[in-house]
């Protein structure tokens, strides 16, 4: 069986799951509203507070599938209840980050600046000049965007300048050194 895919998904308090044909899960909570279809394959079951999935078989493809529809319900359900949210850090001399309304404005060295606009059900919040925090309750979405923010300047590996996560760790490289 599959380690992940056997857990069941416990559902908190004030957190209400659908499951509708084709795999169709709805999860609402107090955060807002996640819809996803999942794998057809797949045996979704609500038994009491939790959420059990099953496979049919012990195909590879149905045993990879198992553990990924799991988890996917699993992150929904996080998602609803406490949201996601990465920080970036915006590393550099005259590197900075500007917020107005929902469009982010990157000075990244640049001939202009680059500006962003935050997607639907997404936020980025500044803590100063060089710290973004992309906030949303869609695990994938927070992720695609905050990796679309760090695309625009990625951290280099002489001098760490760029945009890079804040835990994240740079390999730096030794400059080349002056003629004797």
């Given amino acids: ?13 004030g957190v209400t799951v659908e499951i509708a044909e084709n795999n169709k899960v709805t999860v609402k909570g107090p955060k807002g509203t996640l819809s996803k279809e999942l794998p057809t394959e797949m045996e979704i079951k609500q038994e009491g507070d939790s959420i059990v ?31 996601y949210k990465k920080v970036l850090e915006v590393n550099g001399v005259g ?16 001939s202009h600046p680059v500006e962003m ?43 760490g300048k760029g945009i890079k996560y804040a835990d994240e760790v740079i390999r730096r490289k030794v400059g080349k050194t002056g003629k004797k």
């Fill in 1 to 13: 069986m599959s380690r992940i895919g056997r857990l069941p998904v416990t559902i908190p308090a």
């Fill in 53 to 83: 999935v099953t496979r049919p078989n012990d195909l590879k493809k149905m045993k990879s599938l198992h553990g990924l529809t799991r988890t996917l319900i699993n992150n929904m359900v996080i998602g609803v209840t406490e949201g």
């Fill in 95 to 110: 590197y900075r980050a500007a917020k107005s309304g929902n469009k982010l404005t990157l000075n990244l060295g640049y």
């Fill in 117 to 159: 606009i935050d997607p639907e059900g997404l936020e980025t919040v500044l803590e100063g000049q060089n710290k973004i925090t992309v906030q949303g309750i869609d695990k994938e979405k927070v992720g695609q965007y905050a990796a679309e923010i760090r695309d625009k300047r990625r951290p280099e590996p002489y001098k």
